[in-house]
T-cell receptor
Framework: EDQVTQSPEALRLQEGESSSLNCSYTVSGLRGLFWYRQDPGKGPEFLFTLYSAGEEKEKERLKATLTKKESFLHITAPKPEDSATYLCAAGSNYQLIWGAGTKLIIKP | DGGITQSPKYLFRKEGQNVTLSCEQNLNHDAMYWYRQDPGQGLRLIYYSQIVNDFQKGDIAEGYSVSREKKESFPLTVTSAQKNPTAFYLC????????????FGDGTRLSIL
């Protein structure tokens, strides 16, 4: 059964304290691994797509990486405005399989 | 600016009542989707459509109905048969390829009176 698991459920960091969020997936025929950011009361905002193991993409303080079993979202020197829930999803057979998200809180 | 518009932002349903959530997109995407989001859970697919006048059930279609009469519009009706409708509903659209990202509206929060 296709499945996506994110960890941890919640992560509290001090401003400037770097860390990583994990997205483990079991999907037959992965068509893409997607990362989104979601603010409270808003829809998910697309961040990255990764297609093959070893691929990396960066945007400001965020870097996403992909292996054959998991993806990591690395956040470097985060700021309070990076606080949000980060969702990952695996593309398979014209559908996305979603993880439950990691709630990231950055304290000033 | 291109995007997806969901309305209303908040909606209240009485017992036994059907309610309809609106979703309009001007991204010229063929595929549209409806998801339900509950606290602590991943997004769950209700219905999706890859072309006008055609749609398929997702994982949790019971108690919901949709129509796709226009490319730009994909309304969702929450019927009285849906016994636990309180949730955050998200509409998305994309190019019809599973390697392309979906783009989302800002959601409708449905509550029971």
């Amino acid at each position: 059964e296709d499945q996506v698991t994110q960890s941890p459920e919640a992560l509290r960091l001090q401003e400037g304290e770097s860390s990583s969020l994990n997205c483990s997936y079991t999907v037959s025929g992965l068509r893409g691994l997607f990362w989104y950011r979601q603010d409270p009361g808003k829809g998910p905002e697309f961040l990255f797509t990764l297609y093959s193991a070893g691929e990396e993409k960066e945007k400001e303080r965020l870097k996403a990486t992909l292996t054959k079993k998991e993806s990591f979202l690395h956040i470097t020197a985060p700021k309070p405005e990076d606080s949000a829930t980060y969702l990952c999803a695996a593309g398979s057979n014209y559908q996305l399989i979603w993880g439950a998200g990691t709630k990231l809180i950055i304290k000033p | 600016d291109g995007g997806i518009t969901q309305s209303p932002k908040y909606l209240f349903r009485k017992e036994g009542q059907n309610v309809t959530l609106s979703c309009e997109q001007n991204l010229n995407h063929d595929a549209m989707y409806w998801y339900r989001q509950d606290p602590g859970q991943g997004l769950r697919l209700i219905y999706y459509s890859q072309i006008v006048n055609d749609f398929q059930k997702g994982d949790i279609a019971e108690g919901y109905s949709v129509s796709r009469e226009k490319k730009e519009s994909f309304p969702l009706t929450v019927t009285s048969a849906q016994k636990n409708p309180t949730a955050f509903y998200l509409c998305a659209s994309s190019i019809v390829r599973s390697d392309q990202p979906q783009h989302f509206g800002d959601g409708t929060r449905l509550s029971i009176l």
